[in-house]
């Protein structure tokens, strides 16, 4: 399964309140250069615009949907089809926005100096990346992955997200380069008004794809059965039927 952008705009007020409150905590008042990598469908470029309106604002995704609907969001934003680990842009940028995109990608003790080097002096990397390996919803895929007549299949379906690590290990791997770098960690409550399959089509759109890639037509909705029943005991609906479903993430914004 390739990126859905249309899956993922499913829950797109959901999804874009962590990069408004991303884009809200950079300190740098003016920007004349920035770019959003990792862009989706482009609502997180929207943000970034909105915040420096005077701002030269591009945007890249490895996913040519993503970036299709971006270009129909944004008609007069450059978007690029890009793999951030092959990006070879220099800049300087003042902004570099990297909102829910490097848990998918590896290799972060280089990785993050590599963007810290593409900011202008006084430049701000800004990250946000969801922190919820341990949540119920992503134990369960694990769990129904590795108990079902797919085992095989998904044996490595679980490395698909880049190993987590602290928020004082990005603290000290960025704190030498930067002048300024602020880290936290936010739990969003999530109030999601069709109860356990609300879940899962919200990791449909994401966490679950490495999951659903591998697998056959049958087999993947024999499996989502599953982990919708496994998700219906892990997130009991409230008196209304809907749920509420926590979401952590960690933020980073390091000044250079």
Excluded at 28 to 49: F, K, Q
Excluded at 200 to 216: N, Y
Aim: include cysteine; charged fraction near 25%.
């Amino acid at each position: 399964m390739t990126w859905s952008a249309r899956q993922y705009t499913t829950f797109e007020d959901e999804r874009t309140r962590p990069v408004r409150d991303l884009v809200a905590a950079i300190p740098n008042e003016i920007a004349r250069t920035a770019v959003d990598i990792g862009c989706g469908p482009g609502n997180s470029t929207e943000v970034l615009m909105s915040r420096f309106p005077g701002a030269s604002v591009t945007g890249l995704d490895s996913s040519q949907d993503m970036i299709d609907a971006a270009r129909k969001r944004l008609p007069d934003v450059r978007f690029d089809v890009s793999d951030i680990t092959t990006w070879d842009d220099a800049g300087p940028y003042d902004v570099i926005l990297a909102n829910a995109v490097l848990q998918w990608v590896p290799e972060h003790v280089t990785l993050f100096p590599a963007l810290v080097e593409k900011l202008a002096p006084g430049g701000s990397l800004a990250v946000q990346m969801p922190d919820n390996l341990e949540e119920p919803a992503h134990r369960l895929m694990r769990q129904v992955a590795a108990e079902g007549p797919w085992a095989g299949k998904l044996a490595a379906a679980s490395n698909a997200r880049a190993a987590r690590a602290s928020a004082r290990w990005y603290y000290e791997l960025l704190r030498p380069l930067c002048t300024r770098v602020d880290v936290w960690l936010t739990t969003y409550y999530h109030p999601l008004a069709d109860g356990p399959k609300a879940v899962v089509e919200w990791f449909k759109g994401s966490g679950l794809r490495p999951f659903l890639q591998p697998l056959d037509d049958a087999e993947r909705a024999a499996y989502l059965a599953r982990y919708e029943a496994e998700i219906a005991g892990a997130y009991p609906p409230l008196a209304d039927g809907s749920v509420l479903l926590p979401f952590p993430r960690l933020f980073i914004v390091a000044t250079r």
